[in-house]
């Protein structure tokens, strides 16, 4: 079974609101969390860099503003999508490092659509 | 510059023979690690193979081994004995540095279809 889960899969909301999704890590403990992005028949291009209790670490190009990463367990990191509009409309996949083993695991994705 | 090439948008195999993947990369850290994954069309991204940067010989996982020449800086995937379920998007990835950080950089893919 999956080792890192993300939550919803799939969602639909109004341009102008705000969308959470939520990365957690079930058999492990994430000091570091990893959010991405992919466009539809693109690469995965990496947002953030989610540290449990700081600050996240945002890619060169992407709105802290708007993409809120919060950390604030070791299993949990949550992406808040705000104010979303149509060109928000994207897979967001997030990964995790088992700190035990060193190996990463990738959430199953969350496709956001905005209409 | 692009840090991870892959050149072939799309590749067809036949089943039961061996298709390669192509990667590049460029990097001027020594230590880096280069990784294979699989993603179908439900989206999960799978893992495949890891080869290190220190590593003296090539990774091998099952069917699929990973062809690592390091002073042309490239990290080919070969897919053994392809099988109708290996029809997915195929992604190259890199990390630089040690494991302080598993930052990874994607390539921008490779679509495998297997026919039957």
């Known amino acids: 079974g999956a080792v890192v889960s993300q939550h919803p899969s799939r969602v639909i909301c109004k341009s102008g609101t705000s969308v959470k999704i939520e990365c957690r890590s079930l058999?492990?403990?994430?000091?570091?969390m990893f959010w991405y992005r992919q466009f539809p028949k693109q690469s995965l291009m990496l947002m953030a860099t989610?540290?449990?209790?700081?600050?996240?670490?945002?890619e060169q190009g992407v709105e802290k503003d708007k993409f809120l990463i919060n950390h604030a367990s070791l299993t949990l990191s949550t992406l808040t999508v705000t104010s979303a509009h149509p060109e928000d409309s994207s897979f967001y996949i997030c990964s995790a490092k088992d700190p035990r083993t060193g190996e990463l695991f990738f959430g199953e994705g969350s496709r956001l659509t905005v209409l | 510059a692009q840090k991870i090439t892959q050149t072939q948008p799309g590749m067809f195999v036949q089943e039961k023979e061996a298709v390669t993947l192509d990667c590049t990369y460029d990097?001027?850290?020594?230590?880096?690690?280069l990784f294979w994954y699989k993603q179908p069309s439900s989206g999960e991204m799978i893992f495949l193979i890891y080869q290190g940067s220190y590593d003296q010989q090539n990774a091998t996982e099952g069917r699929y081994s990973l062809n690592f020449q390091k002073a042309r800086k490239s990290a080919n995937l070969v897919i053994s004995a392809s099988q109708l379920g290996d029809s997915a998007m195929y992604f190259c990835?890199?990390?630089?540095?040690?494991?302080?950080?598993?930052?990874?950089?994607f390539g921008s893919g490779t679509r495998l279809l297997v026919r039957p």
């Open positions: 990835a890199m990390r630089e540095g040690r494991d302080s950080s598993y930052k990874l950089i």
């Open positions: 989610s540290n449990e209790g700081s600050k996240a670490t945002y």
């Open positions: 990097t001027s850290d020594p230590s880096y690690g």
């Open positions: 058999d492990f403990q994430a000091t570091t």
